[in-house]
């Protein structure tokens, strides 16, 4: 069981927008603004898409978006491209633990 | 270009040891705080252990403590993680990562990954 919890899967249809959760408590998504979010592809490694919930890195396309309200945060995917299918992990700094992940939610594009 | 490639998973029994290592290339690597995460499978990304530029601060997971340790080599750009008694429940293919600089809880380059097996 993780320490975040994510949606185990989420589907749209090219041009459409998603929106991933991301649960955790007030010892972590609710206690600072250290949240980020990666996309796995298979076999590949891991790529930071957000991060300080709503900050994007060099690269990464603007149609990818982060918000927070409380302990939840969220991970937006506008106008879906087939590129975009894969697994996404939030992640945030826990007082004491230092990094707790979600278990990662699988976006597949129909 | 930030490069780190993962080497040293292979298949131990439990309770054996093995070294991983993450060669480095592309950026001050003794500057960098360094991470370790692992997948197992099926499971979600868990991050293992972590240390500052200088090798004299080293954070793990509780799980993983007494039994893993993370050290690097600066003149090498190399990070590695020495793993002893291991468990089935180690089993997972483990990544090394770079933290995003200035910024806590946040890993912007990352390895491929490197596979290791705890089976008998």
């Known amino acids: 069981q993780s320490a975040l919890t994510q949606p185990a899967s989420v589907s749209g249809s090219p041009g459409q927008s998603i929106t991933i959760s991301c649960t955790g408590s007030?010892?972590?998504?609710?206690?600072?603004?250290?949240v980020s979010w990666y996309q796995q592809h298979p076999d590949e490694a891991p790529k930071l898409m957000v991060y300080?919930?709503?900050n994007r890195p060099s690269g990464v396309s603007s149609r990818f978006s982060g918000s927070k309200s409380g302990n939840t945060a969220s991970l937006t995917i506008s106008g879906l491209q087939a590129d975009d299918e894969a697994d996404y992990y939030c992640?945030?700094?826990?007082?004491?633990?230092?990094?707790?992940f979600g278990g990662g939610t699988k976006l597949t594009v129909l | 270009e930030v490069q780190l490639a993962e080497s040293g998973g292979g298949l131990v029994q439990p309770g054996g040891s093995l070294r991983l290592s993450c060669a480095a290339s592309?950026?001050?690597?003794?500057?960098?705080?360094m991470s370790w995460f692992r997948r197992a499978p099926g499971k979600g990304l868990e991050w293992v252990a972590n240390?500052?530029?200088?090798?004299?601060?080293?954070y793990y997971l509780n799980s993983v403590k007494g039994r893993f340790t993370v050290f690097r080599d600066n003149a090498e750009n190399s990070l590695y993680l020495e793993m002893n008694s291991l468990r089935a429940e180690d089993s997972a293919v483990y990544f090394c990562?770079?933290?995003?600089?200035?910024?806590?809880?946040?890993?912007?380059?990352w390895g491929q990954g490197t596979l290791v097996t705890v089976s008998s």
């Open positions: 592309g950026f001050t690597f003794r500057n960098a705080w």
């Open positions: 007030s010892s972590d998504v609710g206690a600072n603004d250290y």
């Open positions: 990562a770079r933290d995003l600089p200035g910024v806590k809880s946040t890993f912007d380059y």
């Open positions: 300080e919930v709503n």
């Open positions: 992640a945030s700094h826990r007082r004491g633990v230092l990094e707790v």
């Open positions: 240390l500052n530029g200088d090798g004299s601060e080293t």
